[in-house]
């Protein structure tokens, strides 16, 4: 009997405890929720209406002058207090360097370690300032970055939104180098390129140099070849009259006489190294009055010029010896000449 009596009494203490604490938890969350909206979130709007913004949005560059920065180490914390807020107002959270919300804050920090007011601002601040920071960053303003980057450190050392911008910061450092040696390719590129063309109009330039120059040497060789061939018709001319006719009963007697000459061909190989010669020729004029058995006797210099005095002589033609009016072979030599 005093048994069920006491498990009936725990059971009913146990349904009177539930709804206590249902109640407690219910009262906890109110006040949760009054201290939101009646305490905090008026703080925080406050805060934003003195900043300009919202953590949100994006921190704007003032248009006015940046100011000169203030002699920090020279002012008390009131004054520290209200050159911060001023700072705020104007949305001067890290920039400039020495005339900033943040450096005053922690100004007063490092006078008053336990001021609330900083603290509290630092704090709340973080966030539009390191959107500043990360402005800094896009713009490519590396060093300002580091140096914001820098004092948001001073105030919040374990705050992750410093591993963020610190990574950024190296990306666009890397992006930045990349671009830069990627310029540097291309501008060593088309000064390769502009070099390659100069190269090749001089390349140009020089062969058309040289094709003139054996142009001219072609010509010249022309002219001697041309002088060459008077020289040996004024020479067989000579040759010619200055050989008797011997009349017989029997019929004439006569040497050989030349009728048509041949120019030698001046070597392509001595042209070019300008070298000059002779070549002395044995040939028999047959009764046709074509040169055979062509040989050289002598030549200055040796075998430079031999081919092209035996070609030439083998293209001339005679009216061949006479004896009692009999066409008779006859030995014939011929000194060739080669000048340029």
Do not use: C
């Not at 490519?140 to 705050?159: G, M, S, V, Y």
């Not at 040289?210 to 010509?219: I, N, P, V, W, Y």
Request: glycine share 2%; charged share 25%.
């Amino acid at each position: 009997m005093d048994t069920r009596y006491k498990i009936e009494a725990h059971r009913r203490a146990r349904g009177a405890i539930r709804p206590l604490v249902i109640a407690i938890i219910a009262i906890v969350v109110l006040l949760a929720v009054a201290a939101w909206f009646l305490i905090i979130k008026p703080h925080q709007e406050l805060l934003m209406a003195e900043s300009g913004g919202h953590p949100s949005t994006p921190v704007t560059s003032s248009t006015r002058k940046a100011p000169p920065p203030a002699n920090v180490a020279a002012m008390d914390d009131d004054q520290l207090l209200i050159e911060a807020r001023n700072a705020m107002n104007e949305q001067r959270y890290l920039a400039p360097a020495g005339n900033n919300a943040f450096e005053f804050y922690l100004r007063v920090l490092e006078v008053d370690p336990g001021n609330q007011v900083a603290s509290d601002a630092l704090r709340e601040t973080f966030p539009f300032a390191a959107t500043s920071a990360e402005q800094a960053i896009n713009s490519r303003a590396f060093d300002e970055a580091q140096r914001q980057i820098d004092l948001l450190a001073k105030a919040d050392p374990t705050n992750f939104t410093l591993t963020i911008l610190r990574s950024k910061l190296d990306a666009q450092r890397k992006t930045l180098n990349e671009q830069q040696q990627l310029a540097l390719e291309e501008e060593r590129a088309r000064q390769e390129a502009a070099e390659k063309a100069e190269a090749d109009r001089l390349a140009a330039e020089q062969a058309e140099a040289q094709r003139a120059r054996q142009l001219a040497e072609q010509q010249r060789a022309e002219q001697a070849r041309a002088a060459q061939q008077a020289r040996e018709q004024a020479a067989s001319a000579q040759t010619a009259d200055a050989t008797p006719a011997t009349d017989s009963p029997s019929g004439t007697t006569r040497s050989a006489v030349l009728v048509r000459s041949a120019m030698a061909r001046y070597p392509t190989a001595a042209m070019r190294a300008r070298q000059e010669g002779w070549v002395q020729v044995s040939f028999t004029v047959n009764t046709e009055g074509e040169p055979t058995d062509i040989e050289v006797i002598d030549s200055q210099p040796r075998r430079v010029f031999d081919r092209a005095a035996m070609d030439a002589v083998e293209r001339y033609r005679f009216n061949p010896a006479m004896r009692n009016g009999v066409a008779v072979p006859s030995v014939q030599q011929q000194r060739i000449e080669f000048k340029l």
